[in-house]
């Protein structure tokens, strides 16, 4: 195949082309030109030590994964506070930024969202470019082209005060009024900067750790010096990319016991990693008012029986109290919804003229337009044995998951996540080479779910798991069986475990500088 030298042709291309834009070529050269590095103090306490905390957690868009989960822990942060008082007395700000959308100096970094996109589309693309980024050369080519062309641009981004810039409602875009005054970013100068810095993105550990180094020297070192805490969030599951793993961090929260090797396997000390689950949205944390609340001083059982009763959820929904399945494309609408629905649809209404069941089935199309108008009404009809339901992009996943009874989905890992702590059976239709392969054994391993990579093989094991569905044994029916197993592997407790972690370090971090003022000051 040619397909591949010219994709490493056009990577390549697009590196030598950033590398071109330098000013000099020799690193030597363009260190020694670069403008003076002043730091920047970690955060200037107040007189009532009452200003919030701060933590910038570092992202990108490629994939909606990493925003949603700095989007739950920023809101773990918040409940923590309000529950938690006397732990957490801080409130805790979040200063939550795409760092290459927003400080890319140049392409191919300014573009990855877009990239990320093309690729996704593309798998053989996507599984060259995982594949040669995780040898040895990939990896060091990736750390010396990113250090050479972005160091400065997003050491902005990492000094910046991370209270001058908030967002919208929907966390996607900066809530600023153009043309009134000089926008908060790498333009205006501040005078500190958050007291810990976040990464849940594998590509902003390596060279974030070097500018701590170099703002907390002074321009010193950018291998050594560190003092503002620094902790790696993975948000993958069943396999992660090298990058994600960087001994110098403070900690590193892993969901599964696969990326904890991993992270060993990077020489990453087995003490700094912490093994809780997913950070994932708030609608999918354990139920029950008292958040502090430990695990055990709550009833599942009557959690499930209450909040979690289907019929109730599928009323509010405004959906039929049938046995029901979902099918999720993403929030960017991606999987091949529309041949999934249309074979399943097809499956159950089949099913459905052959006994005297009748089913649902619910299609979140996310942001896929044309996917949600193809599917709906005049464009396709749907028979009469069957409900329907086509939605596009929806804020309370979390009900219709518990509304289901059967989850389509591609394998990425916030989906299977919620999906385990649903008790939703998964069918997996797809997955990005490399890191969400390793999705797949997991599910298959926790036993409440397969993988079937065409349209009528999901719409089989569609037609399979609801007739069986009751044939039971003293075990239970196969979708009981599976449910079982979903909850046995979910992680409800893990966004809210992560946070108190963090703002542990945070809130102790802020009383060593209060003392170091205290020092200063009485030594003056």
């Not at 354990?286 to 959690?303: K, L």
């Amino acid at each position: 195949m040619q397909v591949l030298p010219s994709a490493a042709a056009i990577w390549l291309l697009s590196l030598t082309s950033a590398f071109a834009f330098q000013p000099s070529s020799p690193v030597v050269q363009l260190h020694a030109a670069r403008r003076p590095v002043v730091a920047k103090p970690i955060t200037a306490l107040s007189a009532t030590n009452e200003e919030p905390a701060t933590i910038q957690i570092l992202m990108s868009d490629t994939g909606g994964g990493h925003r949603a989960s700095a989007n739950a822990l920023r809101d773990a942060f918040n409940v923590l506070h309000e529950t938690e008082p006397s732990r957490f007395p801080l409130p805790i700000h979040c200063d939550i930024v795409d760092i290459y959308t927003d400080y890319g100096p140049m392409f191919p970094y300014n573009n990855y969202v877009a990239l990320y996109k093309i690729m996704a589309e593309y798998s053989f693309l996507w599984k060259f470019f995982y594949e040669f980024g995780s040898t040895p050369l990939g990896l060091w080519l990736n750390d010396f082209m990113l250090e050479l062309t972005c160091f400065d641009a997003f050491q902005d981004c990492i000094a910046r005060d991370p209270m001058s810039k908030t967002t919208t409602s929907d966390d996607s875009t900066p809530a600023y009024a153009y043309g009134q005054g000089p926008f908060p970013t790498k333009k205006t100068p501040t005078n500190k900067r958050a007291d810990m810095i976040v990464s849940v993105h594998p590509l902003c550990q390596d060279l974030p750790l070097k500018i701590l180094n170099s703002l907390d020297t002074n321009g010193e070192s950018r291998s050594e010096g560190r003092t503002t805490p620094f902790v790696t969030v993975v948000t993958d599951l069943g396999g992660a990319h090298p990058t994600w793993f960087n001994d110098g961090v403070d900690k590193c929260f892993v969901p599964s016991n696969v990326l904890k090797n991993a992270a060993m396997d990077r020489s990453v000390k087995e003490n700094k990693i912490v093994q809780y689950g997913l950070p994932i949205r708030r609608g999918f944390w354990r139920f029950g008012a008292d958040y502090a609340g430990e695990p055990e001083e709550q009833n599942e059982d009557e959690e499930m029986e209450g909040v979690h009763h289907k019929p109730t959820i599928r009323e509010e929904l405004g959906l039929k109290d049938l046995p029901t399945v979902l099918i999720v494309g993403g929030g960017d609408g991606m999987g091949g919804i529309v041949a999934q629905s249309q074979a399943v649809g097809e499956k159950l209404q089949t099913l459905a003229a052959s006994s005297s069941q009748s089913y649902q089935m619910v299609v979140v199309c996310g942001n896929n337009k044309e996917a949600q108008s193809t599917l709906s009404p005049p464009q396709t009809v749907w028979g009469s044995d069957i409900e329907v339901n086509v939605q596009g992009f929806v804020n309370n996943m979390d009900m219709f998951m518990r509304a289901s009874d059967i989850l389509i989905t591609k394998a990425g890992p916030g989906t299977i996540a919620e999906a385990s702590i649903c008790g939703l059976p998964c069918i997996l239709s797809s997955f990005l080479p490399g890191q969400e392969e390793g999705n797949v054994p997991f599910v298959e391993e926790s036993g409440f779910g397969t993988y079937e990579g065409t349209p009528e093989g999901i719409a089989d094991t569609v037609e399979k798991w609801f007739t069986t569905a009751s044939a039971s044994t003293a075990e239970g029916s196969m979708l009981e069986q599976m449910r079982d197993c979903a909850l046995t592997a979910a992680r409800p407790d893990a966004t809210l475990d992560i946070a108190r972690d963090l703002a542990d370090m945070v809130l102790e971090r802020r009383e060593a500088l209060k003392e170091g003022e205290k020092a200063t000051a009485a030594a003056a």
